[in-house]
């Protein structure tokens, strides 16, 4: 059992647990993290779960985790690890489930004085336009040669679909797609899962919500991003819906069956792997690279659907709401990083976690390339969301990567048992954020008490140089499944 006294402080904010902590250990395990939060860290498997994530083959300078850790599937959430390319491992378990589960923000030109008369009716527009829930299907019905087509091109398809413009793809992490994607690496089942999931949002902590800008840290920062106080922008949370989940279980289960014959040995099964450059590892990473796509494409189509009711409440035309920024949160990608003084080509592996390359990187929009990526990290239905900017000390401390939200300190199962929803509901309705929801269930999971306090994660991010604080984000209306 690991204690804080197998800890480490290396830095401010920074903890770590050294490679001779347990013999396969290949690197350290390293936590941002104030003191206080360590005990609540270890109250769950997530630091038991980073240690074993040291073990992988070919891992780089750490196995890192966010302030918003907790225990996830074989990786814990708020995970960052590097594996060397080509000859490294890849880890369905270091990406998760929801593939490319990310989050866009979308902001308008008007204030919260313009738009406070009709926020529920807006709500209620964007309940009734954006179908939610789990398993719930939409409008968009592709075949399996359109869908394809989704999976290879991602985002820029839809904007070809004339369901955006050209300003979205130049504004989304990758431009909306991964080049490598391989969409005969994904399953028939994958395929019929996703085949009405375009355009839909899903259910647990995915949400469509409007926002207030309540406060500016960094002027020059505000400035390059387009945002200013008292301005309503639209936050969209959501993922690869079935289609991912199917990916992730389908090569986890190939993997799983694989290792032995690579000679590979894991401390947890969740942590089924295999070369990246073999067979198993290349299919796997162009079935992921294609439901990142999707996922991208999924939250292009509803941001279309958020520029409809838009226009249809307030009037204008639908390029008035613009896109700030698109960040994947799970994902793998090939980088480049300094890495013990040299510049070597790494497999990153995103698991809860957001990238935050810092100024002058040519992967950051041109408009935003002198200050930094945006990083956008959302609230949990009642509490703030923040944008940041990314830094180059990240580059040196976490591969680029930043926290992606608050982070759980409660199970659904324990949210359920102790949170009363329709008090939550009338809590927050009397704070003046407005609720619509699929569910009472579903408001009890993904009530703010089930969260960490996302200031003081967001604190250290900060505070540990990884990403400055550009604005604060208050809900007014929260559309959940």
């Known amino acids: 059992?690991?204690?804080?006294?197998?800890?480490?402080?290396?830095?401010?904010?920074?903890?770590?647990?050294?490679?001779?902590?347990?013999?396969?250990?290949?690197?350290?395990?390293?936590?941002?993290?104030?003191?206080?939060?360590?005990?609540?860290?270890?109250?769950?498997?997530?630091?038991?779960?980073?240690?074993?994530?040291a073990t992988l083959r070919g891992i780089q300078s750490a196995a890192i985790v966010m302030p918003?850790?907790?225990?996830?599937?074989?990786?814990?959430?708020?995970?960052?690890?590097?594996?060397?390319?080509?000859?490294?491992?890849?880890?369905?378990?270091?990406?998760?489930?929801?593939?490319?589960?990310?989050?866009?923000?979308?902001?308008?030109?008007?204030?919260l004085s313009d738009v406070k008369?009709?926020?529920?009716?807006?709500?209620?527009?964007?309940?009734?336009?954006?179908?939610?829930?789990?398993?719930?299907?939409?409008?968009?019905?592709?075949?399996?040669?359109?869908?394809?087509?989704?999976?290879?091109?991602?985002?820029?398809?839809?904007?070809?679909?004339?369901?955006?413009?050209?300003?979205?793809?130049?504004?989304?992490?990758?431009?909306?797609?991964?080049?490598?994607?391989?969409?005969?690496?994904?399953?028939?089942?994958?395929?019929?899962?996703?085949?009405d999931q375009l355009g839909t949002m899903g259910a647990g902590n995915h949400f469509v919500e409007i926002d207030v800008v309540e406060e500016i840290y960094d002027e020059e920062c505000a400035n390059?991003?387009?945002?200013?106080?008292?301005?309503?922008?639209?936050?969209?949370?959501?993922?690869?819906?079935?289609?991912?989940?199917q990916v992730a279980t389908d090569y986890i289960k190939i993997m799983m069956g694989k290792m032995r014959d690579y000679g590979i040995v894991v401390p947890d099964r969740e942590l089924a792997c295999a070369p990246f450059d073999s067979p198993e590892g290349q299919n796997y990473f162009g079935a992921m690279a294609a439901a990142a796509n999707f996922a991208w494409a999924n939250r292009q189509a509803?941001?279309?659907?958020?520029?409809?009711?838009?226009?249809?409440?307030?009037?204008?035309?639908?390029?008035?709401?613009?896109?700030?920024?698109?960040?994947?949160?799970?994902?793998?990608?090939?980088?480049?990083h300094m890495i013990?003084?040299?510049?070597?080509?790494?497999?990153?592996?995103?698991?809860?976690?957001?990238r935050a390359f810092g100024p002058g990187n040519p992967e950051v929009p041109q408009d935003y390339r002198a200050v930094g990526q945006p990083v956008i990290i959302p609230g949990s239905m009642g509490t703030a969301s923040f944008v940041l900017a990314g830094a180059n000390r990240s580059m040196e401390l976490s591969f680029g990567s930043s926290c992606h939200g608050a982070g759980r300190q409660m199970s659904r199962s324990e949210a359920k048992r102790r949170v009363d929803?329709?008090?939550?509901?009338?809590?927050?309705?009397?704070?003046?954020?407005?609720?619509?929801?699929?569910?009472?269930?579903?408001?009890?999971?993904?009530?703010?008490?089930?969260?960490?306090?996302?200031?003081s994660v967001v604190d250290v991010v900060h505070q540990a140089g990884i990403a400055k604080k550009v604005a604060k984000l208050r809900p007014l209306m929260v559309i959940k499944g």
């Open 1 to 53: 059992m690991i204690k804080i006294t197998d800890m480490r402080k290396k830095a401010p904010y920074m903890w770590e647990i050294e490679k001779s902590f347990r013999d396969d250990m290949n690197v350290p395990a390293r936590i941002f993290a104030t003191r206080e939060m360590l005990d609540d860290v270890l109250k769950d498997r997530s630091v038991e779960q980073l240690v074993n994530v």
């Open 68 to 111: 918003d850790v907790h225990e996830g599937y074989g990786f814990p959430i708020g995970g960052v690890a590097a594996t060397l390319w080509p000859s490294g491992v890849i880890s369905p378990g270091g990406i998760g489930y929801d593939i490319n589960c990310g989050v866009r923000l979308v902001k308008s030109q008007l204030e």
């Open 117 to 195: 008369s009709r926020i529920k009716l807006l709500g209620a527009a964007l309940y009734t336009s954006i179908p939610s829930g789990v398993g719930k299907g939409g409008d968009i019905l592709l075949s399996e040669s359109k869908l394809d087509e989704v999976l290879r091109y991602g985002a820029r398809k839809m904007v070809q679909k004339d369901y955006g413009f050209e300003a979205d793809i130049e504004h989304t992490e990758s431009h909306g797609c991964l080049d490598n994607a391989d969409p005969d690496m994904v399953s028939h089942h994958a395929k019929k899962r996703g085949e």
């Open 224 to 245: 390059a991003y387009g945002l200013f106080e008292n301005q309503v922008t639209v936050l969209i949370h959501t993922g690869s819906r079935g289609l991912g989940h």
């Open 302 to 336: 509803i941001m279309h659907s958020v520029r409809l009711a838009w226009r249809d409440i307030f009037g204008g035309r639908l390029e008035d709401l613009e896109l700030l920024y698109d960040v994947a949160h799970n994902i793998a990608k090939i980088e480049t």
């Open 340 to 354: 013990d003084g040299q510049p070597k080509k790494v497999i990153v592996h995103r698991k809860g976690a957001t």
């Open 421 to 455: 929803a329709t008090s939550i509901i009338n809590e927050l309705e009397h704070r003046g954020i407005h609720i619509q929801a699929g569910s009472l269930k579903g408001v009890a999971e993904e009530a703010p008490q089930a969260y960490k306090d996302v200031e």
